[in-house]
């Protein structure tokens, strides 16, 4: 669907999901760091390694650029957004401003949720966080279980 004032814009870079609010006549909202070039893609990825960001408005093609995007206001069922002239207001309030930017805890997707929903919340760093502990526990019986069928060979000659 066309993306409607206030609504969250989910951009898929290729390792990663960009976030950015829609505010009108074709015109996002979003976190950047300082030399972030739009559309940029997979050299985006650097943007992870800054620690400040830019609240910046651009326009939603430029900021997807050869990236697919789609609204994606999937929290509406558990925080009730706010009124679309209050999320835009709050994001035009913000543009220009330099932020901290932390991958874990303040990113562009905790900071497009903050403003829809007044809810700092981010579902990539959940999702990789409970991955990576996925990961984390299936290495850790591969290991047990190497480690069992070692002495039992061991045992048996």
Same mark, same amino acid.
């Given at each position: 669907?066309?993306?409607?004032?206030?609504?969250l814009?989910?951009?898929?870079?290729?390792?990663?999901?960009?976030?950015?609010i829609y505010?009108?006549d074709?015109? !996002?909202?979003h976190l950047?760091?300082?030399?972030?070039?739009?559309?940029?893609?997979?050299?985006?990825?650097?943007?992870?390694?800054?620690? /400040?960001?830019? !609240?910046? /408005?651009?326009?939603?093609?430029?900021?997807?650029?050869?990236d697919?995007?789609?609204? #994606? #206001?999937k929290?509406?069922? /558990?925080? @009730? @957004?706010?009124?679309?002239?209050?999320i835009?207001?709050?994001?035009?309030?913000?543009v220009g401003?330099e932020? *901290?930017?932390? *991958?874990?805890?303040?990113n562009?997707?905790?900071f497009? #949720?903050?403003?829809r929903?007044g809810?700092?919340?981010s579902?990539?760093v959940?999702?990789a966080?409970?991955?990576?502990?996925?990961?984390? !526990?299936? *290495?850790a019986?591969?290991?047990?279980?190497?480690?069992?069928?070692?002495? #039992?060979?061991r045992?048996?000659?």
């Open positions: 669907p066309e993306p409607k004032p206030g609504d814009i989910e951009i898929f870079r290729p390792f990663y999901r960009h976030w950015a505010v009108g074709g015109y !996002v909202v950047a760091p300082p030399s972030e070039i739009a559309g940029a893609g997979v050299a985006s990825v650097m943007s992870a390694l800054a620690d /400040k960001a830019i !609240v910046k /408005k651009e326009l939603l093609y430029d900021v997807a650029g050869r697919k995007y789609q609204v #994606n #206001n929290h509406d069922d /558990k925080y @009730p @957004p706010l009124p679309p002239s209050k835009v207001q709050r994001a035009e309030e913000r401003q932020v *901290l930017y932390k *991958l874990t805890s303040e562009c997707e905790h497009v #949720n903050e403003l929903y809810v700092s919340r579902d990539q959940r999702d966080i409970t991955a990576v502990s996925i990961a984390g !526990v299936g *290495l019986v591969a290991s047990l279980i190497g480690v069992m069928v070692s002495r #039992n060979k045992q048996k000659q």
